[in-house]
């Protein structure tokens, strides 16, 4: 009996993708096209003999193709803008025997509005954690903002003072230093307080998606319009998170914002005023972006006036025990655990410890460490391997200091490859790469 696998035929087996998938596209390694169906060359207004052999980004505005098939990026429900219109496409490489040798996509939705018609509790659920309004996170003022060195005083200090105003705000500050916090305490000592506070990561939503993210769309239906973050956080604040990942082209848009108070949704031809206050946030200078053209220097004057400057943990450790305290404290009540105490000894692995993902890394730390305590004190084999490293430094009169930083660098990695055998996962605790640091294992004879 002839089996299933050889009734399916390569017409067959061509018969079932053009009907599974509306739109669909196959690329060798080189990103030509191998393939592609009726209905997307109907809608590229192309024929299938025209587009076959061609480079994809010569047949498919905007293709991101050519970039799977160099990176083997897996893309889902990437945005695609096509022909005035979002879609969102899956974009998939193919291997054989472990080697690239084309890449595979397909459109989900060929109108952003068909993702929106989803059902309602679906497209409600998703908007919520796509949109991220403070109402759906914890809502922080300035007295939730611990700590009582002269570097956080100075910080609230200039909240209350800049709160009234409708200044826009840069927050700079490390990567978990708690950026949101402090931009949500100028909110609601603002007389914005009653109005909407809206937070946009400009890092988390893809480029191709974030201007209509930002300003929203109009259309001849109400079901092709679509607002935008500054239409919701219309009379209250817009936080825009790590805002040096913004591309070039939307800071020119902000600027219009800031300078004139005005936006212009995709789709429309008049500019519309919004009553915005923005507050900004980066995790790195923007003045070093500035300067190697990835921040607009307009942009950066216009924004920087204001600027908040948040410490990282290991530079305020007057408030280490105080914020320690209060998360230990509240999750211990969380869990049940009242009784539960910290250890001097696990405390002073804490306070040894740099905190390179400052008080937001503090927190998960000391959660993980109440959940993986057993009994009633919390001991420091709860603590992640990485806190529980010591580094001893080292000084003597009769090292030069080149002899002082390679017996230190030494003694790290001694104590690294004691609490991680494994050479590979010791590399990765140091952040150094398998080549740098296998010669760094010969330079000092591990």
Request: aromatic share 8%; proline share 4%; glycine share 6%.
């Amino acid at each position: 009996m002839t089996s299933v696998t050889e009734r399916l035929t390569e017409s067959v087996l061509l018969e079932i993708l053009e009907n599974a998938f509306q739109w669909f596209v196959v690329v060798d390694k080189e990103a030509n096209i191998l393939y592609i169906n009726e209905e997307y060359c109907k809608f590229l207004e192309t024929t299938r003999e025209e587009a076959i052999g061609m480079p994809v980004e010569e047949v498919i505005e905007n293709s991101r193709m050519h970039e799977v098939v160099q990176t083997g990026e897996v893309h889902i429900a990437s945005p695609h803008f096509i022909k005035g219109t979002y879609m969102l496409a899956n974009r998939v490489p193919l291997e054989v025997d472990g080697e690239i040798v084309g890449a595979f996509g397909s459109v989900m939705f060929r109108d952003l509005n068909d993702w929106h018609n989803l059902s309602s509790h679906v497209r409600t659920t998703m908007e919520k954690i796509k949109v991220g309004h403070a109402t759906e996170n914890a809502i922080f003022q300035l007295q939730d903002i611990l700590g009582s060195s002269d570097s956080i005083r100075s910080v609230k200090e200039t909240i209350k003072m800049i709160a009234p105003s409708d200044l826009p705000v840069l927050i700079q500050g490390e990567s978990g230093t708690g950026k949101e916090m402090f931009a949500q305490s100028i909110h609601y000592l603002s007389n914005r307080s009653d109005k909407p506070f809206v937070k946009v990561n400009c890092a988390a939503i893809p480029v191709d998606f974030l201007e209509l993210e930002l300003f929203g769309s109009v259309g001849s239906t109400e079901q092709s319009q679509r607002k935008g973050r500054f239409h919701q956080a219309e009379g209250g604040t817009l936080f825009l998170d790590d805002l040096g990942d913004m591309p070039l082209p939307l800071q020119v848009e902000l600027l219009r914002v800031l300078q004139e108070g005005t936006i212009e949704p995709i789709g429309s031809q008049k500019a519309i005023k919004v009553n915005v206050r923005i507050i900004a946030a980066v995790n790195q200078p923007l003045k070093t972006l500035m300067e190697s053209g990835k921040f607009r220097e307009d942009l950066y004057y216009r924004i920087h006036a204001i600027t908040l400057q948040i410490p990282p943990l290991r530079q305020r450790m007057d408030d280490f025990e105080e914020i320690t305290s209060n998360f230990f404290q509240g999750t211990i009540a969380k869990v049940g655990k009242r009784n539960l105490s910290i250890a001097a000894e696990t405390m002073q692995y804490l306070k040894e410890y740099s905190w390179p993902g400052n008080v937001r890394e503090l927190y998960n730390v000391i959660q993980a460490a109440v959940y993986l305590t057993n009994g009633d004190v919390v001991l420091p084999s709860a603590l992640p391997q990485e806190v529980r490293l010591k580094s001893l430094y080292y000084t003597s009169n009769t090292q030069t200091l080149q002899q002082a930083v390679e017996q230190l660098e030494k003694n790290i990695i001694s104590e690294t490859l004691q609490a991680f055998p494994s050479r590979r996962e010791a590399a990765k605790v140091l952040g150094l790469s398998k080549s740098t640091f296998y010669e760094k294992l010969k330079k000092y004879n591990f």
